[in-house]
C-alpha cells in the first residue's frame, strides 16, 4: 500500500487537547488490553496540527477522528484542511476511520448535514441562506432568524436576531467565513433535547437548559439533567439521522415542538467534560471505547481484511 503500518496502532486524531481526546484515548488502552489479542494494539493520539500528522495517521491500522468543526476558531485551520487529505489517503490504502470521512464532511458543513436530513423526512429549519457574511446581508429572512457559522460549533459567532437592523449588525462584525441562516425554532419546552449516540444506538438523552441570550451551549451556563421519558419516536428519529449521516458516534441537538422534532445540529464527534460524567451517571467516553473496539474485531479480523 505504499507505507508501512506500524503495529496493531490505532491514531486517534485530534486537534484542541481536549480533556475528552485523552479520556478517549486512555479508555480505549484499558478496553483493548482487555482482549485475548489487547497486548498487540497500541492507542496513539495524533496532533492534527503537527506537519508530520498525515504520515503518523496512515501508519496506524485504524483512524478515530476527534476532529471538531469549531476547529477554525481555535486557529487549528490546518487540521481541518489535513482531514480532507487524510480521508482521501486513508480510504485508498484501506484504513478504516470513525466515522467514516463523509461523516466528517457533514460535520464541517451544517447546510449539507440539514439539507441531507430534510431528504430523509426529518423535520428540519427552514435555510434562508449560507455564504459570506455580504450575502447574506440580502438574502430574504423571516424574522426570528439564527445566523451561525456554516462550519462551526459551541455557539461560537451564532446569534438570534429578530429584525434587519440585529442582522445588519451582526453581520457587519461577523468574521469573512460562510454562514448559515435558519428559521428560529422557538424551544417550546423550555430545553434542547442532547441525543448521543454510542456504536449505532442511542446511548444517552439529556435535556439542555436555554440561556439568556437564547441559546442553548454549556459554556453560556445550559445545565444538563438526564431525559429518561424521551419519546420512543424521537429516539428513532435520531437513528434515522445517524443513518443518513454516517454516524455510528456523534450527538443530535432536537428541539421538540407541536409540530414535530426538529433536528438544529448534528455533530460527528461528540465532547464531554470530566464534570458531566458525574451528572450523566455514564462515561460516555469509555463507551465510545468499548463500543469502538467491539467493531474493530481483534487483529485477526484485521489481517483477514489485509489491515
Request: aromatic share 8%.
Given at each position: 500500500?505504499?507505507?508501512?503500518?506500524?503495529?496493531?496502532?490505532?491514531?486517534?486524531?485530534?486537534?484542541?487537547?481536549?480533556?475528552?481526546?485523552?479520556?478517549?484515548?486512555?479508555?480505549l488502552q484499558h478496553?483493548?488490553?482487555?482482549?485475548?489479542?489487547?497486548?498487540?494494539?497500541?492507542?496513539?493520539?495524533?496532533?492534527?496540527?503537527?506537519?508530520?500528522?498525515l504520515e503518523q495517521?496512515?501508519?496506524?491500522?485504524?483512524?478515530?477522528?476527534?476532529?471538531?468543526?469549531s476547529a477554525q476558531?481555535?486557529?487549528?485551520?490546518?487540521?481541518?484542511?489535513?482531514?480532507?487529505?487524510?480521508?482521501?489517503?486513508?480510504?485508498?490504502?484501506?484504513?478504516?476511520?470513525?466515522?467514516?470521512?463523509?461523516?466528517?464532511?457533514?460535520?464541517?458543513?451544517?447546510?449539507?448535514?440539514?439539507?441531507?436530513?430534510?431528504?430523509?423526512?426529518?423535520?428540519?429549519?427552514?435555510?434562508?441562506?449560507?455564504?459570506?457574511?455580504?450575502?447574506?446581508?440580502?438574502?430574504?429572512?423571516?424574522?426570528?432568524?439564527?445566523?451561525?457559522?456554516?462550519?462551526?460549533?459551541?455557539?461560537?459567532?451564532?446569534?438570534?436576531?429578530?429584525?434587519?437592523?440585529?442582522?445588519?449588525?451582526?453581520?457587519?462584525?461577523?468574521?469573512?467565513?460562510?454562514?448559515?441562516?435558519?428559521?428560529?425554532?422557538?424551544?417550546?419546552?423550555?430545553?434542547?433535547?442532547?441525543?448521543?449516540?454510542?456504536?449505532?444506538?442511542?446511548?444517552?438523552?439529556?435535556?439542555?437548559?436555554?440561556?439568556?441570550?437564547?441559546?442553548?451551549?454549556?459554556?453560556?451556563?445550559?445545565?444538563?439533567?438526564?431525559?429518561?421519558?424521551?419519546?420512543?419516536?424521537?429516539?428513532?428519529?435520531?437513528?434515522?439521522?445517524?443513518?443518513?449521516?454516517?454516524?455510528?458516534?456523534?450527538?443530535?441537538?432536537?428541539?421538540?415542538?407541536?409540530?414535530?422534532?426538529?433536528?438544529?445540529?448534528?455533530?460527528?464527534?461528540?465532547?464531554?467534560?470530566?464534570?458531566?460524567?458525574?451528572?450523566?451517571?455514564?462515561?460516555?467516553?469509555?463507551?465510545?471505547?468499548?463500543?469502538?473496539?467491539?467493531?474493530?474485531?481483534?487483529?485477526?479480523?484485521?489481517?483477514?481484511?489485509?489491515?
Open positions: 500500500m505504499g507505507q508501512e503500518r506500524d503495529m496493531y496502532a490505532i491514531g486517534v486524531l485530534y486537534e484542541s487537547d481536549e480533556w475528552s481526546d485523552h479520556k478517549l484515548a486512555a479508555e478496553a483493548l488490553a482487555a482482549r485475548p489479542s489487547g497486548a498487540d494494539w497500541q492507542v496513539r493520539l495524533i496532533n492534527m496540527e503537527q506537519p508530520d500528522c495517521a496512515l501508519a496506524c491500522r485504524m483512524l478515530v477522528s476527534r476532529i471538531f468543526a476558531f481555535r486557529g487549528h485551520g490546518a487540521s481541518l484542511e489535513r482531514m480532507e487529505q487524510l480521508i482521501s489517503s486513508a480510504e485508498s490504502a484501506g484504513i478504516p476511520l470513525i466515522n467514516p470521512g463523509f461523516a466528517h464532511r457533514f460535520e464541517v458543513n451544517k447546510r449539507a448535514a440539514t439539507e441531507a436530513l430534510a431528504r430523509v423526512g426529518l423535520c428540519t429549519p427552514t435555510v434562508y441562506g449560507c455564504g459570506w457574511p455580504e450575502e447574506l446581508a440580502s438574502a430574504a429572512l423571516a424574522f426570528p432568524a439564527v445566523i451561525k457559522p456554516n462550519c462551526g460549533g459551541r455557539t461560537t459567532c451564532t446569534a438570534i436576531v429578530h429584525n434587519a437592523v440585529e442582522r445588519d449588525a451582526f453581520l457587519s462584525a461577523a468574521p469573512a467565513i460562510s454562514f448559515i441562516a435558519e428559521e428560529y425554532i422557538e424551544p417550546e419546552y423550555g430545553f434542547i433535547t442532547r441525543a448521543e449516540v454510542v456504536g449505532g444506538a442511542v446511548a444517552l438523552v439529556v435535556r439542555r437548559s436555554i440561556a439568556p441570550s437564547g441559546l442553548s451551549a454549556y459554556h453560556l451556563g445550559s445545565t444538563y439533567e438526564l431525559y429518561d421519558d424521551v419519546p420512543a419516536s424521537l429516539q428513532a428519529e435520531v437513528l434515522t439521522a445517524a443513518q443518513t449521516l454516517g454516524f455510528s458516534f456523534g450527538s443530535f441537538d432536537v428541539i421538540e415542538t407541536a409540530r414535530g422534532n426538529f433536528f438544529i445540529d448534528a455533530n460527528s464527534v461528540s465532547n464531554v467534560s470530566e464534570d458531566c460524567t458525574e451528572t450523566f451517571g455514564m462515561d460516555l467516553m469509555a463507551e465510545y471505547a468499548k463500543a469502538i473496539t467491539e467493531q474493530i474485531g481483534g487483529k485477526d479480523a484485521l489481517d483477514q481484511r489485509g489491515l
